[in-house]
């Protein structure tokens, strides 16, 4: 019997394809990389629907990749070595909300969407934390790329609010991970050794998590946005160490663009929040009176009439900050996600403005503070999909941002293989080892997403 078949007999033949035209779909995400090879696509709805396909691509020596919503843009879903791709969509319940304890498990296809919705619905005290990024993507595929949202620089990356997960593995086997494991509620990730981290970072290649446990935070009932600017660059270090030292922030992103004019700053975005109106105004003024006499020196600007629909944007969760124009024409956006040292951020900025103008582009930038000890540093590039050489120009673009994050001491967020294999080169050569070791007991016949993170 071939592959297709028996991939029909384990999920139904609705849902196997390996019509071409429902592969092509599965062979490139929207950014700038080259597209990929996909033999099948496969949509399980069931924990033992994942472990038998595993367990077919196993024994056949047949690669799969995990795709959640298939959006981090570097082209992580996208497989290397053909194969089957594992489209979690469908396996989409959120199966717990556990409101004392504060947790949400859910499968692998629920949506930032899907989540946000039902608890505002049915939970309104509690929310989770929610990437910018378009409401399609899923909590799980956010999560396991160490993603951040809109109240990352008050409680911490996506990747901490992990409490435990399931996870199939290449060989076929269920491991429950977290409290989860030992019969209880989902409510804790330990203390045990910490096991998520052999899923958390590795982009499918370890295994496929079929539940999640995630944490839940108190929903404040009021908030608010406050905007200051300032053009020194070399303001920012002591300005982000000023305003989170205040600890009074819910979320915190610098932003800027050399288009429109009025754009061209650098500003400070601070969203407080609070349960109490008297906590806004205490909050508000705390804010202004630090940037009224910074102690940095310099001069930051208060914005007295921010327009009210950018105001909104702010204020949406997820904000709207990448206000990264379409300037190419053509809907392609890409950035270098560079998580740095806060003190580096100056440099960064001028070499990022460089590198824009290098290849023709405008320079945009959207960075949010993770708690006061980094930063992600997004530089921004928008091209035309429909353009090979403006995609071609991209790639070179990231490849130099990606280069700047890591001779700036800084860790490339999500990179594409390329990056990838730039942090690989770079890593101490121990550590490789390590890596590999534990790839090659959890996957030994390297069936997971072939590729990525690839071993030198
Ligand atoms: C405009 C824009 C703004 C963005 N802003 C943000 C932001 O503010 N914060 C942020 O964090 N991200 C942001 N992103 C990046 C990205 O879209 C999100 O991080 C998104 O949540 C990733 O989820 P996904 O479902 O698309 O992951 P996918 O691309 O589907 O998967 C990511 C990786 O995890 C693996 N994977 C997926 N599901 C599983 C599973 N069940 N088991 C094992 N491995 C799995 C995949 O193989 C892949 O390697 C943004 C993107 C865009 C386009």
């Given at each position: ?21 429902e ?30 396909v ?44 556990d ?17 946000r ?39 911490g ?10 996870v199939v ?47 839940l ?21 002591e ?100 998580i ?117």
């Open positions: 019997m071939d592959i297709s078949s028996r991939l029909t007999e384990i999920v139904g033949g609705d849902r196997v394809s390996d019509n071409q035209e592969l092509f779909f599965y062979s490139r995400d929207p950014g700038a990389q080259p597209p990929g090879r996909v033999d099948y696509v496969v949509m399980p709805r069931t924990v033992e629907e994942v472990r038998q595993v367990l077919l691509a196993n024994r056949e020596k047949i690669p799969v990749t995990p795709w959640g919503g298939g959006f981090t843009l570097s082209a992580l879903v996208v497989p290397d070595r053909g194969g089957i791709v594992l489209d979690m969509k469908q396996m989409d319940r959120i199966l717990e909300i409101e004392i304890n504060r947790y949400a498990l859910i499968e692998p296809g629920v949506s930032q969407g899907a989540l919705s039902y608890l505002r619905k049915h939970h309104p005290r509690l929310q989770h934390s929610t990437p910018e990024a378009p409401p399609t993507v899923t909590v799980v595929g956010n999560a396991l790329i160490q993603g951040h949202g809109h109240i990352s620089p008050r409680y990356i996506n990747s901490d609010m992990v409490n435990g997960m399931e593995l290449p060989t076929g086997k269920v491991c429950q991970i977290g409290s989860g494991s030992m019969g209880a509620s989902w409510f804790t990730r330990g203390p045990l050794p910490d096991l998520p981290g052999l899923f958390i970072g590795w982009f499918g290649t370890t295994g496929i998590v079929t539940k999640l446990s995630l944490k935070f108190p929903k404040p009932a009021f908030r608010e946005v406050l905007a200051f600017y300032t053009d020194d660059v070399d303001l920012i270090p300005g982000i160490f000023e305003v989170t030292q205040l600890d009074l922030l819910e979320d915190f992103f610098l932003i800027s663009q050399e288009k429109p004019d009025w754009m061209n700053h650098v500003f400070f975005i601070i969203i407080i929040s609070g349960h109490f109106e008297e906590e806004i105004g205490f909050k508000k003024k705390a804010f202004k009176d630090l940037f009224r006499e910074f102690k940095g020196g310099g001069k930051f600007i208060f914005v007295e009439d921010l327009h009210p629909a950018l105001e909104k944007r702010f204020l949406d969760v997820p904000p709207l900050a990448a206000l990264a124009a379409d300037f190419r024409k053509g809907g392609g956006f890409e950035y270098t996600g560079a740095l040292p806060i003190d580096r951020v100056p440099e960064a900025w001028r070499k990022g403005i460089e590198i824009s103008h290098k290849y023709g582009m405008i320079c945009s930038y959207v960075h949010q503070v993770l708690l006061g000890h980094s930063v992600m540093f997004g530089f921004n590039y928008s091209f035309n999909r429909a353009d090979e050489e403006d995609v071609e120009k991209t790639r070179k673009a990231l490849e130099e941002s990606n280069r700047v994050t890591l001779d700036l001491g800084g860790m490339i967020w999500k990179g594409e293989v390329e990056a990838q294999r730039m942090t690989l080169e770079r890593m101490d050569p121990n550590t490789v080892e390590l890596i590999r070791g534990v790839k090659e007991l959890l996957d030994p016949n390297g069936i997971m997403n072939p590729g990525k993170w690839e071993m030198p």
